[in-house]
């Protein structure tokens, strides 16, 4: 089972690393690749912190994995939002019936833009949600839409929990278990 994680510059860098190292802690093979219009791994994320993508996005020669992943941060999502092999992967996955899951920023300004919401009830950081239609906003830390197999999460501060989201629907309760105990979660 392997994930996929976009990456760009200006990506929330607590999120992207949380989801990586959560997702790595409960044994799921994750890939962190660039979407750097300049072809680049090496990224700097949102509050300078530099990181680097085990590969760009271009490299990828196929993309069969359980869930793609986007994390916020404004700058990095509208790069993400314009990357056209990102979206084409994006909507690939929803019509695959695949989990996709957004955090921060991306639900509105890359899912929602390139209308890969559908009427999925969805949250997203607190400056997005009135962009959202209310009936479909719910102001959650983190929303799981079986149906439209999306999750979304509201930030940073709610990053471990979206990853831990992300574990339950890929390797089940037991998982979850098994990677939040040793972190000392509630």
Known sequence: MS???LVAPGSEEIETVAIVDILVRAKIAVTLASCCPLGQRQITASRGVRLVADCHLDELTQC??????????VAGSEVIRDTPQAITLLKAQAALGRWRAAICAAPVVVLQHHGLLGDAHVTCHPAFQAQLPPAQCVRARVVRDDTHRLITSQGPGTAIEFALELVRVLRGDEAVLAVAGPLVLP
């Open 3 to 5: 994930v996929l994680v």
């Open 64 to 73: 069969d994995v359980a869930a793609i992943v986007v994390p916020g941060g």
